[in-house]
């Protein structure tokens, strides 16, 4: 079925993204892996394209355009390029509510003008060695001393760990009222106290900066405190998690459909027993399979994104397109690795690095089983 979602403006900026990826990242992402991490200047050219926060207001540099459209088509070229070292859907589709909506006057002049450029790089703290999906579990305190907050804590497994300039850190305020005692400060690069442990290394995603952060009475002025008041973060937090797990399902999907197609491409040419593999009726059967639930879960996908600019997307909603699509993802690359034979197993064909990347997706922005929680206590039982 042709896909509908995207107007033209769209599509010249998908061309734009795709030669941007190109031209900037294709050729030096093998060896953004071999370091661990992405330089800065690359956030700086995306700024310069119009890259970052399509949301900000004209006049901090932005365009001022609230169309997860434009989100989607960075996500979608990303992962086209296998560049799985870019932290950019992290900044603009994660970040972006936090900074742009929470924000006052006067943090808007400081923050998003660097934003937009990509000369400040973002991130956010909420998983801890003891807290991952169980946000209401966290131990990273800040307690308030007159103009400051003062912040002692770790953070883990957090993206863009080491590039960050500015984090938005969760922390309890008032460790004994529970949810009501979460508060979002923003922890600047440079701050005394403010430490970043290792970079971690993964099992896939080798190029994006994943790090540990510490917090050892760092004094956060209130002047950094998104919100008008303390403890209303966790509520903060529910509100964007939506977008953000939507965000992992066009990556999802865009990640099925370049593999779908690399394998299919791969069946066509491979040759076993005098013909190629393509032919047998298995090799048919499971694309078969894997073509239609791909499809299935792009309309849905596309669906949910209209539904997002249209401010009706729920948490529901969110949820089941976040674990149907990565399940969906980590299943279909696994098969199309099959149908690649050993072939599969070597680093230097596309499915193997496709494979270990995938693997995280079931697991950040909320777990598949949380996500079926979420949605079976919408039942009311």
Not at 21 to 38: C, F, L, S, T, Y
Not at 91 to 96: E, F, K, P, Q, Y
Request: aromatic fraction near 8%; glycine fraction near 10%.
């Amino acid at each position: 079925m042709q896909r509908d979602l995207f107007d033209e403006e769209h599509l010249l900026f998908r061309e734009t993204v795709r030669e941007f990826m190109a031209r900037e990242v294709v050729p030096h992402h093998e060896q953004w892996e071999k370091d661990g991490i992405v330089p800065r200047e690359v956030w700086k050219k995306a700024g310069e394209l119009g890259m970052f926060g399509f949301s900000v207001p004209e006049e901090y540099g932005g365009a001022g355009v609230t169309d997860f459209r434009y989100n989607a088509v960075i996500v979608e070229e990303i992962i086209r390029s296998a560049a799985s070292g870019l932290g950019f859907s992290l900044h603009n589709d994660i970040m972006a509510p936090y900074i742009v909506d929470l924000s006052n006057d006067e943090q808007k002049q400081r923050w998003l003008p660097g934003f937009v450029g990509g000369e400040l790089i973002t991130a956010i703290a909420m998983s801890e060695p003891g807290a991952g999906s169980d946000l209401q579990g966290i131990r990273t305190t800040a307690i308030r001393e007159g103009d400051h907050y003062v912040v002692n804590g770790q953070k883990t497994f957090i993206t863009n760990g080491i590039n960050a300039d500015l984090v938005v850190v969760v922390a309890k305020t008032d460790p004994e009222a529970g949810a009501r005692g979460t508060t979002l400060l923003v922890v600047e690069r440079g701050m005394e106290g403010f430490g970043r442990g290792r970079n971690l290394e993964k099992i896939g995603m080798k190029a994006q900066d994943t790090a540990e952060l510490f917090f050892e009475n760092v004094r956060v002025p209130v002047a950094n405190r998104l919100g008008p008041t303390d403890g209303e973060g966790f509520v903060q937090l529910m509100n964007n998690l939506p977008q953000e797990r939507l965000s992992i399902a066009v990556a999802a999907v865009a990640a099925a459909e370049a593999v779908l197609e690399q394998t299919i491409e791969y069946c066509r040419t491979r040759q076993a027993f005098g013909r190629s593999i393509g032919s047998f009726q298995n090799t048919r059967f499971v694309l078969a399979e894997l073509a239609t639930e791909t499809e299935i879960a792009r309309h849905y996908v596309d669906k949910c994104i209209l539904a997002l600019n249209a401010k009706q997307l729920t948490v529901v909603d969110a949820a089941k397109a976040k674990w149907w699509t990565t399940e969906l993802q980590t299943k279909l690359i696994d098969r199309c690795l099959q149908l690649h034979g050993g072939y599969g197993y070597m680093m230097e064909y596309p499915v193997a690095k496709a494979w270990v990347d995938s693997r995280v997706q079931t697991i950040y922005g909320g777990t598949t089983e949380i996500m079926k929680e979420i949605i079976g206590r919408s039942f009311g039982f």
